[in-house]
């Protein structure tokens, strides 16, 4: 049990749980606010970042016959309160007050689609293999800049208003990983190379600067890149940083295939 507010993030607890409780507790975050994307995990069963997260949005009532062990871990199917469920990989949950009645159960689980490395700690590995083969990177021809005398000042890589907004929301993707979590085809990435890998290449196609719009639409033009997109838009409904992932999904997919 510890003590926890309403308006506490579920990062706060974890924090204080780390302190009070169980030092070997393993998560993983950094900035606290939601902007490094390092913290997703699956909260209540659905991904969404640690620091964001605050007890009055997600614990839910206590409800009915929770098996907790002594050190206050939850068995989701009530059978075997004693099992280490961290190193299976299973939903663990802490109570979240003194009185857990008040302010109820939230439920935690590494980042679904990902390997568990230790408690909430998931291998996002797969995730940035993916995004580091699709080249992130912008790759421009530069315009040279001259000073009022002739001399080369510096390159510039000129773009208008309306340019920069093509793909300016797509720059706010932190790799947090969240959307392939929600994804039901990710799943590790092996048959499909998942919505953040695509959000990062629509970054680029979209562009303007970029000369490798061609090439980079070869890439994701494969059996487990566009293709593999089954529209299921899961992951538009919990990207931290407001991106319609379903709907760029969808944009990209369109693209790559009216060409
Ligand atoms: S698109 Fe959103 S949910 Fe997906 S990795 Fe980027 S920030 Fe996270
Ligand atoms: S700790 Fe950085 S986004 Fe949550």
Same mark, same amino acid.
């Given at each position: 049990?510890?003590?926890?507010?309403? /308006?506490?993030?579920?990062?706060?607890?974890?924090?204080?749980?780390?302190? %009070?409780?169980?030092?070997?507790?393993?998560?993983?975050? !950094?900035?606290?606010?939601?902007?490094?994307?390092?913290?997703?995990?699956?909260?209540?069963?659905?991904? %969404?970042?640690?620091? %964001?997260?605050? &007890?009055?949005?997600?614990?839910?009532?206590?409800?009915?016959?929770?098996?907790?062990?002594? /050190?206050?871990?939850?068995? %989701?199917?009530?059978?075997?309160?004693?099992?280490?469920?961290?190193?299976?990989?299973?939903?663990?949950?802490?109570?979240?007050?003194?009185?857990?009645?008040?302010?109820?159960? *939230?439920?935690?689980?590494?980042?679904?689609?990902?390997?568990?490395?230790?408690?909430?700690?998931?291998?996002?590995?797969?995730?940035?293999?993916?995004?580091?083969?699709? =080249?992130?990177?912008? /790759?421009?021809?530069?315009?040279?800049?001259?000073?009022?005398?002739?001399?080369?000042?510096?390159?510039?890589?000129?773009?208008?208003?309306?340019?920069?907004?093509?793909? /300016?929301?797509?720059?706010?993707?932190?790799?947090?990983?969240?959307?392939?979590?929600?994804?039901? &085809?990710?799943?590790?990435?092996?048959?499909?190379?998942?919505?953040?890998?695509?959000?990062?290449?629509?970054?680029? *196609?979209?562009?303007?600067?970029?000369?490798?719009? #061609?090439?980079?639409?070869?890439? *994701?033009?494969?059996?487990?890149?566009? #293709?593999?997109?089954?529209?299921?838009?899961?992951? !538009?409904?919990?990207?931290?940083?407001?991106?319609? &992932?379903?709907?760029?999904?969808?944009?990209? &997919?369109? =693209?790559?295939?009216?060409?």
């Amino acid at each position: 049990m510890i003590e926890a507010r309403p /308006e506490d993030t579920v990062l706060d607890c974890l924090l204080t749980i780390k302190r %009070t409780v169980d030092p070997t507790l393993a998560f993983r975050y !950094s900035c606290g606010h939601g902007m490094c994307g390092s913290d997703a995990v699956a909260i209540n069963g659905t991904p %969404t970042l640690l620091c %964001t997260a605050t &007890v009055k949005d997600w614990a839910k009532p206590a409800g009915t016959a929770i098996q907790t062990d002594d /050190e206050g871990f939850r068995r %989701t199917d009530g059978v075997d309160t004693t099992a280490d469920a961290a190193d299976a990989g299973e939903p663990q949950s802490a109570s979240t007050a003194s009185d857990a009645a008040s302010l109820g159960v *939230i439920e935690l689980a590494a980042l679904p689609g990902f390997p568990v490395q230790r408690d909430l700690i998931a291998d996002i590995d797969p995730m940035l293999d993916q995004l580091k083969k699709l =080249k992130p990177a912008l /790759e421009a021809d530069g315009v040279l800049a001259t000073t009022k005398d002739g001399k080369i000042d510096v390159f510039e890589y000129l773009q208008n208003p309306e340019q920069l907004a093509q793909y /300016e929301r797509l720059t706010n993707c932190i790799a947090c990983g969240v959307c392939e979590g929600a994804c039901p &085809v990710f799943a590790g990435g092996d048959a499909f190379i998942g919505p953040a890998a695509l959000i990062w290449s629509s970054r680029f *196609i979209n562009d303007s600067r970029d000369v490798k719009a #061609a090439e980079r639409m070869d890439a *994701i033009d494969t059996a487990d890149g566009v #293709a593999a997109c089954q529209s299921v838009r899961a992951c !538009s409904r919990q990207c931290p940083r407001g991106i319609d &992932v379903g709907e760029e999904m969808w944009q990209i &997919v369109a =693209k790559v295939r009216e060409r």
